[in-house]
Every structure is written in structure tokens, then in C-alpha cells.
């Protein structure tokens, strides 16, 4: 159960049912619908105004249809979500942030070609002074955060903060879920996000084992949502609402929870998949772009169902405990050196030729002893059911 805004839902179904009957569909959907969103809104502002705040509530309200509606209600709920005090925000950034910054060069390259990022029609200047803030939002949480390391793709989960929350709401909350949710993605190396990402295919095997048997075959590995994952799908998403449904149900759940969604985007093409040529390249290719039409809501709710029946402790030894050729065979991703990590992330989220790219990763096979072991960890005692916790795969099991 997702809450009663999830049966309101279906009650609303029913009506609109009846409406096209009754030959006056559309006005009667209309109103459904407006008369749903007022009482979801009404339930959202009466769990804010609980002392203490209902964030149980908030929660169910964000993962449930339509999220939570508005930017002006993410603004006073996100925060809560992340347990952010809004009463004693960071200092504005001064411009000595960025002297002798170790990250400011790439972080500079990676903002100045972020510019579909933001919306469509927003005048230059306006852009280039939220550009300006989007460049001292990462590095002063990487500078009050020594232990965080940045990625190619970070820049483009802040930037939704940024235009959401604005410039000190959105610095504690990108500290906040860069200590938490995204911690993994911040590691020196790629190991912890090369593990999550290999929690795709044993996903995939516990609902359509046909398909994840013909992705074996062809080898495709799980590399095509690696962009996914560590943006948020801010990246891959051209419609910047959907981006915000997305986070609203992000923000809500468990870290591992994008990694799920991943699943249920390649389950519900399954029969483009099984109809492509059983290539590494065809089928890399077809995923790795995603439809921009996708059924958001019900892909929300599949993901959500996914990780209650098959959450992380029961897939964790099949994603770790691979046996050494199998892992080097079918999941490439795993075989990748630390010391080409950066190279790889800068190159999959900005969009690589797809055949140099598989070069690469044969050479990589071919040149290098694929080691899995320091993945394999106690991870069966992760806490399925603190669900939005707010903790690492890492640190969930003592990593």
C-alpha cells in the first residue's frame, strides 16, 4: 500500500470511467483530477504542520502518483526528507572558493556545457549567473567534505537543486545527500557504483528471466545505465518535470532505489530489447537511450513493488558473489581500472562513440586480472526495511 492518495487515485479512475460514459469526459476528468490534487495538497500541509513534522506522510506523498505536485511544495518538503534545517542555511559562497580548488577546472568545463540543463527561453544572463552559483554549490561541499570526490554527471543532480531550492537551500542539501544517498558515486574509485550497478541484472533475473538470459548472451553487461544512475537521470531526461517526479521518488526512498528504476525502464522495453540482434553493441545502443515518453507514474509504482518483493539483501550475493570469469564475461563494467574511472565516467555521461568505447573495454578484458573479491561484503544485512534511512550501500554495511 502506497497510502490513501493512491486510492484516491483509483477512486478518480472510476469516476473519469463513468465520465466518458457520460459523454462529458473531459470536464468531469478535469475535475477529478483538481479535486484529487486539492486534497493531496491539503494532506501534504497538514503533515508539515505537525509538531513533530509527519515526514512518514511526505514520504508516502512523494513516492505516491504525482509526487508532490508542485516546486512550491518541494521547496518546504525536500528539505524534510533530508532532515535539513532550514533555519540555519550556509553562508552564501565567497568567490575565494575558488582559488587553488583542485576540482575547479572540471568543474568549470562541466557546468559551461550543462546549458540544456536549464529551461528553455531563460534569458543568458540569467543563465550564466545561475551557471556562476552552480560552479560554488559543488565546490563548497567538496571543500567542507575532503572525503567526497567529484564525478563527471554530479553537476547535473545540483543543478536541479539549484533551480528548485535555490542557491543556500541547495548547498545543505547537496552536502546532505552527497554524504548519504550519492556517497557511493563520490569514492576515489568506481567500485562501490560498479557494484551497485550490479544489482541490475539479478534484478532483471528474479522478474523476466527470458530477458536476462538474452542480455547475457549478448553480453551488453550493465554499463548502459551508468549515466542513469549517477545523475539521477537528470542527464538522459529532456523534459525537466519528469526529472522532478523522479527526485520526488529518489529523495523519498532508499539509496539503491535508482538502480531499481533502472530495471523497470529496461523491463518495460523488453520486447525491443528481445527484438534486437543478440549484439553487445545493438543492444548497448538501445538502451543506452532512453525513450523520453516513458509511463512515469507506473514506472514509479513498478520500481517501488520491485525493491518491497525483492529488496537489496535478497539480490545483495548475487550482485557480489559472482564467480571471477563469470563477472569478467558478462558484466564489463567490473573490469575497468580504478586509474580509468574519470576517463570512463566523462566519457559514458557525455556520450562516447559506442565503438571506441567497447575497444576499450576488450582491451581492458584482455590486459587486466578481473578482480571481484573486494566487492563481496556482508551486504545481506542491509536494512531493507529503513527504507529511506538516507545511508550509503557502504555505509549501510559497514563498508
Known amino acids: 500500500m502506497l497510502y490513501s492518495f493512491e486510492q484516491d487515485m483509483k477512486k478518480g479512475r472510476k469516476h473519469q470511467q463513468g465520465a466518458r460514459v457520460n459523454g462529458n469526459g473531459n470536464a468531469q476528468q478535469h475535475g477529478e483530477h483538481e479535486s484529487w490534487k486539492k486534497l493531496k495538497l491539503v494532506q501534504i500541509h497538514q503533515a ?14 512523494a513516492v505516491s502518483e504525482g509526487g508532490l505536485l508542485t516546486d512550491e511544495i518541494r521547496r518546504k518538503v525536500w528539505p524534510k526528507l533530508l532532515s535539513v534545517n532550514v533555519y ?38 540569467e543563465r550564466q ?62 567500485d562501490s ?3 551497485i550497478l550490479n544489482y541490475l541484472m539479478p534484478i532483471l533475473e528474479q522478474v523476466d528471466p527470458q530477458l536476462h538470459e538474452f542480455m547475457l548472451r549478448a553480453e551488453v553487461g550493465t554499463i548502459f545505465a551508468l549515466s542513469w544512475l549517477i545523475t539521477w537521470y537528470g542527464h538522459v531526461l529532456s523534459e525537466f518535470r519528469h526529472v522532478l517526479r523522479l527526485y520526488d521518488f529518489f529523495l523519498a526512498s532508499h539509496p539503491l532505489m535508482a538502480i531499481y ?35 512515469y507514474e507506473e514506472l514509479i509504482t513498478q520500481a517501488h513493488c520491485l525493491f518491497t518483493r525483492y529488496p537489496p539483501s ?24 580504478s586509474s580509468s574511472s574519470s576517463w570512463l565516467v566523462g566519457c559514458l555521461v557525455e556520450g562516447p562513440p559506442l565503438t571506441a568505447f567497447w575497444i576499450y573495454c576488450e582491451k581492458r578484458l584482455a590486459q587486466q586480472d578481473c578482480d571481484v573479491a573486494g566487492l563481496a561484503s556482508t551486504e545481506a544485512a542491509l536494512g531493507d526495511s529503513d527504507i529511506t534511512s538516507g545511508t550509503s550501500l557502504s555505509q549501510a554495511v559497514g563498508g
Open 193 to 195: 557504483t560498479k557494484h
Open 314 to 337: 535478497l539480490l545483495a550475493k548475487r550482485a557480489a558473489l559472482q564467480s571471477r570469469n563469470r563477472s569478467c564475461q558478462l558484466y564489463p563494467t567490473q573490469c575497468i581500472s
Open 48 to 61: 508539515l504542520n505537525c509538531d513533530p513534522v509527519d515526514i512518514e506522510t511526505l514520504r508516502r506523498a
Open 88 to 125: 540555519n542555511l550556509p553562508a552564501k559562497p565567497t568567490k575565494d572558493i575558488r582559488e587553488n580548488h583542485k576540482d575547479f577546472n572540471q568543474v568549470l568545463l562541466d557546468v559551461r556545457r550543462s546549458m540544456k540543463r536549464f529551461p528553455r527561453g531563460m534569458r543568458v544572463d
Open 261 to 295: 528504476f533502472a530495471a523497470v525502464i529496461v523491463l518495460h522495453r523488453e520486447k525491443e530489447v528481445k527484438q534486437t540482434e543478440c549484439d553487445m553493441a545493438m543492444v548497448h545502443q538501445l538502451l543506452s537511450k532512453i525513450p523520453q515518453d516513458l509511463p
Open 129 to 190: 549567473v545561475l551557471q556562476e552559483q552552480l560552479i560554488d554549490i559543488i565546490l563548497v561541499v567538496l571543500q567542507k567534505n575532503p572525503a567526497l570526490h567529484y564525478y563527471q554527471g554530479y553537476h547535473d543532480i545540483v543543478v536541479t537543486f539549484l533551480l528548485v531550492v535555490g542557491e543556500r537551500m541547495a548547498i545543505a542539501m547537496v552536502e546532505t545527500l552527497s554524504n548519504h544517498h550519492l556517497r557511493d558515486f563520490m569514492d576515489p574509485t568506481m
